[in-house]
């Protein structure tokens, strides 16, 4: 009678015994730090600028600027017509994303290094890549991937992701070897989704490489939305988790752009490793000139985006200061034509690679195999030629 009770009283004590250290356990376990992501805009849409947040740039740094995004959007509007043309294979163009680009890609100093995905023709331009090699490439000729002696540009990467551990590798070489230079990487916001990413950014939060990660967020990897690829409320809090600072821009602010890349160039080349900045932009065409984005986005979507587009906003800001006239920009239109013009006539008239540039870059020694079938393609391009030689003679 008198033992069950006593068992019962027992087991509500020894219960909340266990709870309580529970409980206990569960407190001390929390995580003390809080994090927070800062967003970064300089120039509005409107063309208003917080001048106290302003990079420090003479009016010839806004003119160069200026011209190079202008140049960007005419050398993408170019590479479409050569596309639809056919004297270029499938194109994906950066149209909407040149603030982004040409922000980022100009503080860079000689001795970095940038690591381009397949949309950054801007960048790369900016940098002072040969236009017509860019063509070149485009064109299905892996020729224009020679980058020039001297341009601290990494061929361009089609898989999505795996340019992001090459950039951290280099960044690692450069830390090791005490080098006073950083690594510039450039990613989508679908590239976040894949293993290469969060590899590669483990690493570089753990070993602190002089790193930048560019992502550009351009609201879609090819038809999958922003609000389907994670569940993230922004993509630069994935930094967080990899112990290095996550920013947050207006991707079409190329101010904003500027100076972010600007501290996170210095932080890195000062030793205190790597920064993610998440660029908020948008695609306003199609993923490649392959894609028809009409199947998957209303024009109402692309019509809001075009509204805060990078070169509008600059160029209503520089008219406000002076800088801007149509002078000027009947200046800049037939400057950026005329170079652009001069890279395509360059880039028809390069002769074509012969078969055996197929395959003499790959091997110190090429193989037998591979010496067979570079016979058996010469033998079947005379061929060609004489079916073809035929039929004009008939």
């Given at each position: ?165 090459h950039a951290v590798g280099a960044a690692w070489g450069m830390k090791l070897k005490g080098k006073k230079s ?77 100076k972010a890349t600007s501290d996170a160039l210095s932080k890195a080349k000062a030793g205190s490793g790597p ?120």
């Amino acid at each position: 009678e008198h033992t069950i009770p006593f068992l019962r009283l027992f087991s509500k004590v020894f219960y909340r015994a266990k709870t309580v250290n529970l409980q206990g356990v569960l407190k001390m376990s929390r995580i003390a730090k809080v994090f927070h992501v800062s967003y970064l805009q300089i120039l509005n849409e409107h063309g208003v600028c917080n001048e106290s947040l302003m990079p420090k740039m003479a009016e010839s740094d806004i003119r160069r600027l200026y011209e190079l995004v202008v140049l960007a959007r005419k050398f993408d509007e170019t590479a479409i017509k050569l596309q639809r043309e056919g004297r270029l294979g499938t194109y994906a163009s950066l149209y909407g994303q040149e603030a982004t680009q040409i922000g980022s890609a100009t503080v860079l100093s000689e001795a970095d290094w940038m690591f381009p995905a397949f949309r950054e023709a801007g960048a790369m331009i900016a940098r002072g890549y040969p236009m017509n090699m860019i063509f070149q490439y485009w064109g299905g000729d892996e020729r224009g991937m020679k980058v020039p002696e001297g341009l601290n540009i990494f061929p361009i990467a089609i898989p999505v992701g795996t340019q992001i551990p090459h950039a951290v590798g280099a960044a690692w070489g450069m830390k090791l070897k005490g080098k006073k230079s950083a690594a510039l990487v450039y990613l989508g916001d679908g590239a976040t989704s894949k293993a290469d990413f969060h590899e590669a950014m483990n690493f570089a939060g753990v070993f602190k490489v002089p790193c930048i990660f560019i992502c550009e967020n351009n609201q879609w990897a090819i038809s999958v939305p922003r609000a389907k690829q994670t569940a993230s409320e922004t993509i630069a809090q994935k930094a967080i988790a990899y112990g290095m600072e996550g920013v947050q821009v207006d991707g079409n602010d190329i101010f904003a752009v500027i100076k972010a890349t600007s501290d996170a160039l210095s932080k890195a080349k000062a030793g205190s490793g790597p920064t993610f900045i998440e660029c908020v932009t948008y695609r306003l065409s199609d993923h490649t000139t392959a894609d028809d984005a009409s199947r998957y986005r209303s024009q109402k979507e692309v019509d809001e985006w075009k509204k805060k587009e990078p070169i509008e906003r600059l160029r209503k800001w520089m008219e406000r200061k002076g800088i801007w006239t149509e002078d000027y920009e009947n200046y800049v239109l037939k400057d950026v034509q005329e170079k652009v013009d001069a890279a395509v006539n360059e880039y028809i008239q390069t002769p074509l690679p012969s078969p055996e540039d197929i395959i003499k870059y790959t091997y110190a020694e090429t193989p037998w195999n591979l010496k067979e079938q570079l016979k058996q393609v010469i033998a079947g391009i005379a061929a060609k030629q004489i079916t073809e030689e035929k039929r004009v003679e008939e």
